[in-house]
């Protein structure tokens, strides 16, 4: 069976770190878009519009194919990859974490910044709660409403999730399925006469 989970958080959680002046204000969030990311983005620039740099990284996709790390004018890697790093190791997806510094007067070196980044980026994971999901499949199947118990029967033995249902002469149900179960279910499907299944979706 392949792997068809993956770990994310399910809320807003925040960090912070000190060092010689300079304050790393950090934010952990659950985001599902890039709209949604630059939403958030423009919240925090407008809330801490003083702050020097509001330094961030994402990733999207349960296969973590979507990222970025900005470094927000630090100088080059110092503040949007360390963040990143922090993403990976705690193998998150579908998350931003913004680190927002305000300047204290005494530069930090690109070792320093890194540290500070880093550990504000950890701050605020450890002060979240990771968890486990599954990948969904969501499907329509249409069909007769003479098979009506026999697609009932199989949706129900697998205990899918239904999402709507509409009941005529023709018939559709709207369900959503483990990644690991997608296939097993449509052919069990696929088999009642007059079945038409289509996928719709990953969630």
């Not at 060092?19 to 952990?28: D, H, N, Q, T």
């Not at 990733?59 to 100088?75: C, M, T």
């Not at 890697?77 to 993403?87: E, M, N």
């Not at 069909?143 to 033995?157: A, G, P």
Request: hydrophobic share 35%; with cysteine; net charge neutral.
């Amino acid at each position: 069976m392949f792997d068809d989970t993956y770990k994310t958080i399910t809320e807003l959680s925040e960090g912070i770190y000190k060092e010689k002046g300079s304050k790393f204000f950090s934010f952990a969030m659950p985001v599902k878009t890039e709209e949604e990311i630059k939403e958030k983005l423009a919240e925090l620039r407008k809330t801490y519009f003083d702050a020097r740099h509001h330094c961030y990284a994402y990733i999207l996709g349960f296969d973590k194919s979507a990222w970025r790390a900005n470094d927000d004018g630090e100088p080059s890697g110092t503040g949007g990859k360390p963040i990143y790093g922090q993403l990976l190791s705690h193998d998150l997806t579908n998350v931003l974490i913004v680190v927002i510094r305000y300047f204290g007067g005494v530069k930090l070196g690109v070792s320093g910044l890194i540290n500070a980044y880093k550990t504000a980026a950890k701050n605020a994971i450890d002060n979240n709660k990771i968890i486990m999901l599954t990948i969904q499949e969501i499907y329509t199947v249409d069909f007769d409403y003479m098979q009506m118990n026999n697609i009932m029967k199989v949706l129900k033995d697998e205990s899918v999730k239904i999402y709507e249902q509409n009941f005529d002469n023709q018939c559709q149900i709207k369900f959503s399925v483990r990644q690991s179960k997608g296939m097993f279910i449509t052919d069990q499907l696929s088999k009642i006469s007059g079945s038409k299944i289509q996928f719709i979706s990953l969630s």
